[in-house]
């Protein structure tokens, strides 16, 4: 899961590699035109949908991948 998650945040953000930190608060160029196209993409990949208060949450690495964990949980 952390490997696709990886290669999405490469895509939107024009990265080559991504520190295991990789957060909005660790990133100055993730801003909420990134995040939301961010989002989008993680739910075509994984075909889930988000609540708007999850994505409000997901602004690590970390926390996308608990989240996504979470909901194939359910």
Do not use: C, G
């Amino acid at each position: 899961m952390r490997e696709r998650i990886n290669k999405i945040i490469k895509e939107i953000f024009d990265l080559n590699d991504i520190p295991d930190n990789f957060s909005e608060t660790t990133y100055v160029f993730w801003d909420s035109m990134h995040h939301l196209q961010l989002m989008v993409a993680l739910e075509i990949e994984f075909n889930i949908s988000f609540e708007p208060d999850d994505i409000a949450e997901m602004k690590s690495i970390d926390s996308i991948e608990k989240k996504i964990s979470t909901l194939f949980e359910k």
